[in-house]
């Protein structure tokens, strides 16, 4: 029996990839859906393919719109540059690794590759236990901690040349321009994603990032972290050139919120404590020898 093959879709005139869109089958489930409709509108009007590579999402829809794809594209370096002591920008870029890597691991579903993630410590700040509170699944997670920045250099390049890796994460203090270069051809060789996290004084220096995210932290009268992300420079226009974060203090997920809304708006006075000098630890031991007289 003759079967015949149907046409072939007739390209949109005046729509670069429209071919991709009218052939290529969309995702069952709806979220998804809206998704990669949103993708190939955004690559359109950006005058790129549809059916270019798919981005990867952080997690919040702002701050997708930081980056000129809309997104983290795969084989791509991005700084989060420190605007100064905890600034959160190590914390933020680590949520946005997570749900990055969430979401390479869906995609990957079904074949042989289980892509990882390689957590290049440099400043022995992370540990295990609060990792896996932030939502990392350990089972997937290598944590590197060098004895130098060379040693961290190294363990980066070859991390974003491996193609069984999926996000490298790395805390850089300083990075000449023939090193960063490197570490952007290894992922682009691999398609893996490299999340930098870099110091203030790093926004001066020559970078190969695709985007470069400077955060800075924003008072909230919540549990709840606040930060506020600019984009320094990027490769190509974003939608966006900032927004106001703000993370779930119980699931560490990122929410947008408005830059007007002010803490005193949100907790009344009666719920704000005075802040005490002292700490708690020296508190206890100074009352422990009262006590025993007492017990005495």
């Known amino acids: 029996m003759r079967t015949s093959e149907p046409p072939a879709a007739r390209p949109l005139s005046g729509i670069p990839g429209s071919r991709s869109l009218v052939s290529r089958a969309l995702p069952e489930n709806h979220q998804q859906t809206l998704q990669e409709l949103r993708r190939r509108i955004r690559a359109c009007e950006q005058g790129l393919p549809a059916d270019a590579t798919p981005v990867l999402s952080t997690g ?31 914390l933020l870029s680590l949520v946005a690794a997570r749900q990055l890597h969430s979401e390479s691991r869906r995609g990957e579903s079904g074949t042989s ?46 991390a974003l040349r491996c193609e069984g890796v999926g996000l490298v994460w790395a805390q850089f203090e300083r990075l000449t321009s023939t090193s960063f270069r490197r570490l952007q051809l290894a992922a ?48 190509g226009r974003p939608r966006q050139s900032s927004v106001t974060l703000q993370l779930d203090a119980l699931h560490g997920t990122p929410h947008e919120i408005s830059p007007d809304v002010l803490p005193a708006t949100i907790l009344p006075s009666h719920n704000l404590h005075p802040a005490h000098p002292l700490p708690l630890v020296s508190r206890l031991a100074d009352s422990t020898p009262r006590l025993r007289q007492a017990g005495a």
């Open 60 to 90: 919040a829809p702002a701050l997708d719109a930081l980056f000129p794809a809309g997104g983290v594209r795969p084989g791509s370096l991005v700084e989060w540059l420190e605007s100064g002591p905890a600034s959160g920008a190590a």
């Open 113 to 158: 590759r289980s892509p990882r993630i390689i957590l290049i410590d440099t400043r022995r700040e992370l540990f295990p236990l609060s990792l896996e509170r932030l939502g990392f699944a350990l089972e997937q997670l290598v944590l590197v901690r060098p004895a130098t920045e060379r040693d961290a250099l190294w363990a980066c390049e070859e």
């Open 188 to 235: 682009e060789e691999s398609q893996g994603v490299g999340f930098l996290v870099r110091p203030p004084q790093a926004r001066s220096q020559p970078s190969w990032a695709e985007a470069r995210l400077v955060v800075q932290p924003r008072p909230s009268g919540e549990a709840s972290p606040r930060f506020q992300i600019d984009v320094a420079s990027s490769h």
